[in-house]
């Protein structure tokens, strides 16, 4: 199982990042993965800076794959969405992915549309995840549904197309968007509840695939700093999913999570202050037949967490 570093926009911004990536490369770190996000999900984050931008310069100043999870259908248009993933494609052979999702409205609703309810929005991303396919394989796309394109096409293409996975946090996504997608990219839960949507997916279609876990993660040197930080930037993961991709500001997130305390999050957020207990859980992602893992360390501290998980958590894990 490879272990990658989750790159988070939302927590620091894009100058910072490029130096995390190089960092994570030379402790030892498989891949990089990073957020696109319009605004952070706490004032307290208080980042955003735009992905696309930064993984051109990332992708130039490291020798990793990198992948980014990204709405489709909403803010972006599919033909923008192919044609971003062709460039990056195209100019890193074999080092991009692309997740797609049906977003949230926390960076979907600045476009003043509608949010759509969640199977409208599930229907909208198929129907982009086949426009952009098509589009990355050279064809000429007219579509008429959800989304509206008109005879377009991307000219500059890679020799191979990238794959197009999805993101998903339930079984029920899970299992719908394995009729179209080449992997699934979720996050770590309790094991009987990572293993329901892995087996969804797996059910719905999406055997032989790989499977990718983005681990949200709270490490510091006392047990007392691990609590606090996760409380602090990461206390979001206590609402529910449908909560979650619903509000659209983030004082309305503030709002939402001011009196959650800290054991809330044990079951979304691996807190430990010893990199063993964190090597433990994510061997037990491996024995679900997990490919990837990205680890998100939600503390600000990420130079020294890199230092420490690249001597001590990534060489046991391969062991």
């Not at 790159?7 to 490029?18: G, M, N």
């Not at 949230?104 to 396919?133: F, S, Y």
């Not at 606090?228 to 206590?238: F, S, T, Y």
């Not at 979304?268 to 990205?294: C, Q, T």
Request: aromatic share 6%; with cysteine.
């Amino acid at each position: 199982m490879e272990i990658g570093f989750h790159a988070s926009h939302e927590q620091f911004p894009p100058s910072r990042l490029l130096g995390l990536a190089r960092r994570a490369e030379a402790a030892g770190f498989a891949a990089v993965l990073s957020s696109d996000h319009v605004a952070p999900w706490s004032e307290r984050q208080g980042q955003s800076g735009f992905a696309w931008t930064w993984l051109g310069a990332a992708m130039a100043q490291t020798s990793l794959p990198y992948g980014v999870v990204t709405a489709v259908g909403g803010r972006y248009h599919p033909v923008v969405v192919a044609q971003a993933v062709a460039t990056l494609a195209e100019m890193f052979p074999g080092r991009f992915a692309v997740a797609l999702g049906s977003g949230q409205a926390l960076n979907e609703h600045v476009t003043g549309q509608m949010w759509p309810r969640k199977p409208v929005r599930n229907a909208r991303l198929r129907e982009c995840a086949d426009i952009v396919r098509r589009l990355l394989a050279g064809r000429t796309v007219d579509h008429d549904g959800l989304v509206t394109v008109r005879a377009a096409r991307v000219h500059t293409l890679p020799e191979r197309r990238p794959p197009l996975l999805a993101a998903a946090l339930t079984p029920q996504t899970a299992r719908e968007v394995a009729s179209w997608a080449d992997g699934l990219v979720t996050v770590n839960a309790p094991l009987d509840r990572l293993r329901q949507v892995i087996d969804a997916f797996r059910e719905g279609g999406g055997e032989g695939r790989p499977v990718h876990v983005q681990v949200h993660l709270s490490w510091a040197e006392n047990e007392e700093l691990v609590r606090a930080q996760a409380v602090d930037q990461w206390r979001l993961n206590a609402l529910p999913p449908m909560l979650n991709e619903e509000l659209e500001l983030p004082e309305q997130f503030d709002a939402a999570t001011a009196h959650i305390p800290g054991e809330a999050l044990r079951s979304s957020v691996v807190m430990s202050a010893d990199p063993r207990r964190h090597a433990e859980v994510l061997a037990s992602y491996a024995d679900l037949g997990v490919e990837r893992v990205y680890l998100h360390q939600v503390g600000l501290d990420q130079e020294r967490f890199l230092d420490v998980f690249g001597e001590r958590v990534l060489t046991e894990v391969n062991a």
